[in-house]
């Protein structure tokens, strides 16, 4: 038997691939771990751990390392609600949505970046498609004003990609959009199959709760990883409280020490500070909507 120290780049079914120094060994969880009534993923992609690698090949994971970060959705069972971690430790998350064909949505994207401040994750948005459209800056520029970065792609030209590459160099990187944004077809530009192979394991994951569900973290030449994560739309602001909603919108949540009530729900106060800056046209009118729907839960 032998020590070693992890990655966990595939998850099954109780089975993890965890990548080592040694090559992939495959891992179940070790019986201490799995002592008590856990109340999440003890352990999932992503994940950092310590294993034994035993006489056969195979291996136990011995230790989970603490999470820096984590995409999660709370999955309602008879013993109570679990938390499901669909991937931990991403270093950033990779926002597609299209310039047309399908038509932008922005209000997703606007709670897609929501999800992402709360889960403390870095967002980076890829404006796909630009071939479709003459002036796909017009449509994004809003979110490098509020100062996320928004990388213009076409896997069709080849735009933005080795700008959208550099950045995914040796990070976890967490792909979500709505359907039909090409994001496989993006994946293929960056690097050819892997679109097709993260494709795949999408489908399976989609076709319903009584198939294998297998979640996996694709190898990026150079280094790096990404890794599909849909369901972002359903994953909700399920412990979200409406008053820190404005916590999560970079262009508000510095003015909110400002307003004249503490407990300014930011829609209807005198001296609301944020309702000045929307008069004054510092705050665009798209992103306050988006605010006002997601505090009110109806977005």
């Not at 966990?8 to 201490?32: D, N, Y």
């Not at 856990?38 to 291996?59: F, N, P, R, Y």
Request: proline residues 5%; glycine residues 10%; aromatic residues 6%.
């Amino acid at each position: 038997m032998a020590n070693a120290s992890g990655l966990i780049v595939k998850a099954q079914s109780g089975f993890f691939w965890v990548e080592t120094v040694e090559g992939i060994i495959v891992c179940q969880l070790r019986g201490k771990l799995k002592q008590g009534k856990a109340k999440g993923d003890i352990a999932a992609l992503g994940d950092k751990v310590d294993i034994t690698i035993l006489d056969h090949g195979s291996g136990t994971i011995d230790s989970v390392h603490e999470r820096t970060r984590q995409i999660a959705r709370l999955d309602p069972r008879p013993g109570g609600v679990y938390r499901q971690t669909l991937l931990a430790n991403p270093d950033q998350s990779i926002l597609v949505f299209a310039c047309a064909n399908p038509s932008p949505r922005l209000r997703m994207l606007d709670r897609f970046l929501v999800i992402a401040e709360k889960q403390r994750i870095p967002a980076l948005i890829a404006a796909n498609k630009t071939d479709l459209v003459e002036d796909p800056r017009s449509i994004f520029e809003m979110y490098e004003s509020i100062g996320y970065r928004v990388i213009y792609t076409s896997a069709k030209t080849g735009r933005g990609l080795e700008e959208l590459k550099s950045h995914l160099q040796n990070k976890i990187s967490a792909f979500a959009g709505p359907s039909g944004v090409g994001k496989s077809s993006l994946l293929n530009a960056l690097q050819p199959g892997l679109g097709l192979a993260v494709n795949e394991v999408s489908q399976a994951m989609n076709k319903g709760r009584h198939t294998t569900v297998s979640r996996q973290l694709f190898p990026l030449e150079g280094g790096g990883y990404v890794a599909d994560t849909p369901g972002w739309k359903s994953l909700g602001l399920w412990d979200t409280e409406p008053e820190e909603m404005d916590a999560y919108f970079p262009e508000l949540r510095g003015l909110v020490e400002h307003c004249q009530f503490s407990d300014c729900t930011h829609q209807h106060e005198p001296g609301c500070a944020v309702l000045a800056a929307l008069k004054e046209g510092r705050i665009h009118q798209e992103r306050y909507e988006s605010f006002v729907r997601l505090r009110s839960g109806t977005e």
